[in-house]
């Protein structure tokens, strides 16, 4: 096995978790028996919590879809919440991954 770094977003912070991944017991599976959802199949660094694509997806049933925008907002509001994240083209696209996988699978 093998540890992972794991950037969490949750509604209200952001956490940073070390997964200690394995055959038997992915990451993946690690993440969503704690009801968070991870962006890569194999070796993910983020994972937004369940109920926060629940609202994104509700939201977009209202809006546009853009997931530009919305990670723009996020990175905006976690910045001003203390929570530095290091790029914000790769938040897109990895909670744009999250976040595409979560509707095909729900």
Known sequence: GR???????LFDRVEQIQLRACACSSAPSQLMSTGLFACAPIAPSLAVDLR??????TL??????NTTVWC???AVFLQEHGYGLTTQNNLRRRFSNA???YCMLV
């Open 3 to 9: 540890t992972l770094q794991v950037t969490c977003i």
């Open 52 to 57: 926060l694509l629940h609202f994104v997806k």
């Open 60 to 65: 977009f049933v209202c809006l546009t879809p």
């Open 72 to 74: 723009e907002a996020l």
């Open 99 to 101: 976040y595409h996988w």
